[in-house]
């Protein structure tokens, strides 16, 4: 049984909708920036990315998975492990 809604209640859906992504997605001319509690991801016209996590931050991929620097590549942990 399909209940319709009223236009003024789709229009609140939908206002509270764009309510939340506003919050998750700044957008200005020189950066974009998604936001979810403290994990962030900010995107800049200059070609910067950076990548902040409050928690966990992990990168995995099926296959190869390549960081590559044209200057000094710089990891820093409290303990490194490598294989």
């Known amino acids: 049984m399909i209940i319709p809604i ?5 229009i609140k859906s939908l206002e ?5 992504l506003e919050k998750a997605l ?4 020189n950066q974009v920036v998604l936001q ?6 900010t995107l ?4 910067n990315v950076q990548i902040t996590a409050g928690g966990t931050a992990q990168l995995s991929s099926a296959a ?7 200057g000094k590549l710089i990891l820093k942990g409290s303990t490194i492990e490598q294989n």
């Open 6 to 10: 009223s236009a003024e209640a789709m």
């Open 16 to 20: 509270a909708r764009v309510a939340n």
């Open 26 to 29: 700044q957008v200005s001319p």
């Open 36 to 41: 979810a509690g403290t994990a962030k991801v």
């Open 44 to 47: 800049t016209h200059s070609g």
């Open 64 to 70: 190869e998975t390549q960081i590559k620097a044209a």
